[in-house]
């Protein structure tokens, strides 16, 4: 099956009008998954909230401003009321040398992507909506050709402004050039150099964010000349580093070290308003919510997988396969890989026992007991599987009363 | 030189109009060391503030209500102006089996104590006076006389009230008796069950918190009827969870499972006003701050130790030695010992490497390259050795403007 006829199915799937549903979706997954053997996708769902910049409301707006479609009040209290959504879907990755494969490659890179930007559709249209935000394609290592599709797509579903993702692990320059002519306003750049891409992209007008671990990396960003950085903390799910500087720390330094006028992002164990209002607190102008959106109605991972996320205990992930690739795991698996990873074995040996398409068949495939579930420490708070626009009400309400508590708080 | 000896040594040296100064204490130190090879005493410095419950304002103060003592104001914004501060200077940590050199280990034990103290009564005079606050005597395992002699010694030195905190590695059968007998208002348990004691100290009218590093053993305290809970994240120095479960997501965690009434202060990756108030938005009403006070003036710490610490890089420490007991640890022997734990080192190969008082080298001889440097991750951010006072006055500082910030923001 070719990538062209996914392609037209997923266009006709994706017509306004169409009755897509969640079950149309893992059908489609399933299917495509059948004929991707060997290759390990990885989930990537994000939200930026940016209430309101702490210390350089100015400076955020000069360079995150992104034009009327944003929702920008002038506020009685002298703060300004700009808030910005991004959510990102199912960012896979696959093996570019396998180049005998790539129409399969493309297949499976296909699907889930579109499952995830069908959800993020909807999601922009009711959340951005609601809330004034904005979405985030994450578009990861996808084929140029779905890419493609999927900003037009984007593009077609939502007036306001969008954003997308990209890691800069593979070569992106066919797609820079398309988020150049589409207009694409906000770029948000991972695993790569920030300085590969950051200037061009400003040249045409397009804003960029880069995600760091750390402040070196973080300092890097601002002598790309970055319009923001997102710093993400150990808490989070997924790849990470071995450094494991957690969100508490992490943030506070990176904003001391950052000139004060480059805007920065909280990534890594968030679900929550009140974690949310705590980034701002630690010095954060934004936050990036990921696991609390894998396990939503919308999200492209399998009903298997986000169950079991809804019933992960408080210590159910780590960092692990630090050896190999150094990621934040749950489930049985993950114990394995644990136990592996801390009796010395060797990167060689990590890897053969990773293998292939584990995370494919554990997020998308919902194989628990032999998939790679990737997700957050902070997992073991997502006790149901709500819409994503319910977990942004959900978030803007709890930020605001816990907001309202602190005011009240004296020293 | 038998306990007595020191005793009656560090009385006088302990005296009303003695200038004790840090050279005094460092030579002590020394002398006490030298006699007391084998053992590892650990240090342990914290200071917590509740600044107000969030949302047990009513529940806190009769929980944790001290008498008159402490500044509880009526303001006019509902909230109430309730501020502790509690700080505990080095538990040291003996080998209590070794009954052939006890006079040895009390010894030891009682001059890093001591000096600890002697810190801590300057501490409290001061900035307890200043803010309102509560100082913590880090009681540990302190052999009993030498812990009869702190206690009257902190009960001289302030008619504000204060607080013990206990380890239960121990029988501590004869400290609860004489806390008891002094009516010591409050006092914090730790590394044992929360059952044990809470009862009794209750009974006499003494409020009992007690230390935890997951909601199951919160549930535990609960359950024993605990007046407050401190939660440890994985940023923490020291001795540790393998859980790894932070600050930013074990807080909402434990805040959730636990009765709203239970007052829960946070631990872990805190130094600054900033990260207090960002606990506060996790649902913490009090914090708990180590790292920043061993590198103060005060501190009993070395002062190679202390200038090592302002220069440690933002992921200089690491939370090792998971098969035998984990700890967070700083410097070239950190790294070593991470590199064993990772190669899949035994506990036993671990025990041999560690051997005994690496941590009296580290942290009180000043041996950064064979000592074992037990500090928080966040002392990255720690780069100047102030007063104590002057870490009080700053937090609080910090905690007042960026609230003052938080209230503008809007959403």
Not at 260 to 271: F, H, M, T, V, Y
Not at 363 to 386: R, Y
């Amino acid at each position: 099956m070719p990538a062209a006829f996914l392609d037209v199915e997923l266009i006709k799937l994706g017509e306004e009008g169409h009755t897509y549903t969640r079950t149309h979706t893992h059908t489609y997954l399933r299917r495509a998954y059948k004929k991707s053997a060997g290759h390990s996708p990885s989930i990537n769902v994000g939200v930026i909230f940016v209430p309101s910049a702490l210390a350089s409301n100015a400076s955020l707006l000069a360079r995150l401003h992104l034009g009327s479609a944003l929702s920008t009040t002038a506020p009685l209290s002298l703060s300004l009321s700009l808030s910005l959504c991004f959510s990102s879907f199912s960012v896979v990755k696959g093996n570019r040398d396998n180049a005998g494969k790539s129409s399969h490659i493309t297949l499976w890179r296909a699907v889930p992507h579109c499952a995830g930007w069908h959800g993020m559709v909807q999601w922009m249209v009711s959340a951005v909506s609601n809330a004034g935000g904005l979405g985030l394609l994450g578009a990861g290592s996808m084929m140029f050709d779905v890419f493609q599709h999927h900003v037009r797509r984007c593009k077609k579903a939502t007036k306001k402004p969008f954003g997308v993702n990209l890691s800069l692990t593979h070569d992106m320059s066919r797609h820079i050039e398309f988020l150049i002519e589409e207009k694409v306003p906000i770029v948000f750049t991972s695993a790569g150099s920030p300085k590969l891409w950051t200037q061009k992209l400003q040249s045409h007008g397009i804003k960029v964010a880069h995600v760091v671990p750390n402040c070196k990396l973080a300092l890097k960003c601002e002598a790309a000349g970055v319009d923001a950085v997102v710093a993400e903390g150990f808490e989070a799910g997924g790849h990470n580093e071995r450094e494991e500087i957690t969100t508490m720390t992490l943030i506070p330094q990176v904003r001391k070290v950052l000139a004060p006028e480059i805007p920065l992002i909280a990534a890594g164990g968030i679900a929550s308003g009140e974690a949310m209002l705590a980034a701002m607190a630690l010095g954060a102008e934004g936050v990036q919510v990921g696991t609390r959106f894998v396990v939503t109605q919308e999200s492209s991972a399998a009903e298997e997988f986000k169950k079991r996320c809804t019933a992960a205990g408080e210590a159910e992930t780590w960092l692990t396969l630090k050896q190999y690739r150094p990621t934040r795991l749950l489930n049985d698996y993950g114990k394995e890989a644990r136990r592996l990873s801390e009796s010395g074995a060797t990167k060689e040996q990590l890897k053969a026992f990773c293998g292939e398409g584990r995370t494919k068949r554990g997020i998308f495939d919902g194989d628990l007991a032999n998939g790679e579930l990737e997700i957050g420490q902070i997992v073991s708070t997502c006790k149901d599987i709500p819409t994503a626009a319910e977990v942004v009400e959900r978030m803007v309400k709890e930020f605001r009363a816990r907001n309202e508590q602190l005011v009240k708080m004296k020293l």
